[in-house]
């Protein structure tokens, strides 16, 4: 069993949380290996009452012993995590960096921590390396198209299970083989699929073109995944395709617009009932994470003198409805 930091318990995090802190004896009352670090009235609420997941099924409700408001609050308690998992929105990976500088956590209990990014958008891991100077071998990432929605303080619904992904560099050293062993407990034995993958750089391309396509598309129209495959969206999606995978391509990429256009209307009907994070938090007026994705296609197509137009359009777009 591993002792593991969610740093980001917001939607998506407060879920990883939750299946990772499965009591393993029934009369279990605190989970003590699973420490959650998310906004204040969301930590307050689990503190008070517990974190309440709602499942198709019915709700569970855990209890933790641990939920941190900040780092200065993991610095004064008694807990030292061994794999620290980042939830955070993309905008905000370098303020979690500053935040971890400036902490001195980095030399003292996380000195021999991994930091698993599990993150929308591309570049992370090279923004955290560099931004931290931790060594590249205790950084690893993940992808997860698993659906949740923050409905309130100390309350998460589960949207769709979805499938999560991670970078198989997690068993090269003796470490990575107990927090491995340890995450696919977890997720397997509450029925989630979890798999770690050689060709992750494949993969993490594969939830970028889904993410320009559906994340913008939805939260334009403010509606469900499921919009993205009618009739009238079909030469907007295959627009979006098309100039996703142009720029791949530039980048060394071996994929092909129908390849891609099948993934992406593939997951548009597995998840055709979720709620996208992008719609959900241009739905609360806050910032997106478009800068990360339809964002960082276009960044790399002026890299190669590409245009991208309709990815232009959507960023433009989603960016006036923050």
């Not at 992370?124 to 993940?142: A, Q």
């Not at 923050?150 to 589960?158: A, T």
């Not at 927090?179 to 696919?184: A, D, G, N, S, T």
Request: hydrophobic content about 40%.
């Amino acid at each position: 069993m591993a002792r593991v930091l969610i740093y980001g318990a917001g939607a998506i995090g407060s879920m990883i949380g939750y299946l990772l802190g499965q009591p393993t004896e029934p009369d279990d009352r605190k989970i003590e290996t699973v420490a959650l670090l998310g906004r204040a009235p969301h930590m307050q609420k689990i503190i008070k009452s517990g974190l309440r997941i709602e499942f198709p099924e019915g709700a569970q409700l855990l209890q933790f012993k641990y939920c941190f408001r900040n780092l200065d609050d993991l610095k004064e308690s008694d807990f030292y995590p061994e794999l620290v998992i980042v939830c955070v929105k993309t905008y905000s990976l370098q303020r979690v960096c500053f935040e971890l500088n400036v902490s001195g956590l980095l030399q003292g209990r996380l000195r021999n921590a991994c930091f698993l990014l599990l993150m929308n958008g591309m570049g992370n891991k090279e923004t955290f390396v560099k931004e931290t100077g931790l060594p590249s071998d205790r950084v690893l990432e993940g992808i997860t198209t698993m659906g949740a929605k923050f409905s309130g303080d100390g309350f998460i619904e589960l949207k769709g299970k979805g499938k999560t992904l991670i970078e198989d560099k997690i068993c090269e050293k003796k470490i990575y083989e107990k927090i491995r062993q340890f995450l696919e407990n977890g997720f397997r034995e509450s029925g989630f699929e979890i798999e770690f993958i050689p060709d992750f750089k494949k993969h993490q391309w594969n939830k970028l073109f889904v993410n320009s396509v559906i994340n913008p598309i939805t939260a334009l129209i403010g509606q469900e995944n499921g919009i993205v495959l009618s009739d009238q969206l079909s030469l907007t999606v295959q627009n979006i395709v098309r100039e996703c995978v142009i720029v791949a391509r530039s980048e060394g990429v071996e994929t092909d617009a129908e390849s891609v256009l099948a993934v992406v209307r593939n997951v548009a009907k597995a998840t055709c009932h979720n709620t996208s994070s992008m719609l959900q938090d241009a739905q609360k007026k806050k910032m997106t994470e478009i800068d990360s994705i339809n964002g960082y296609i276009i960044q790399l197509a002026r890299k190669h003198d590409l245009e991208v137009p309709v990815n232009e359009a959507l960023f433009g777009l989603v960016k006036s409805l923050a």
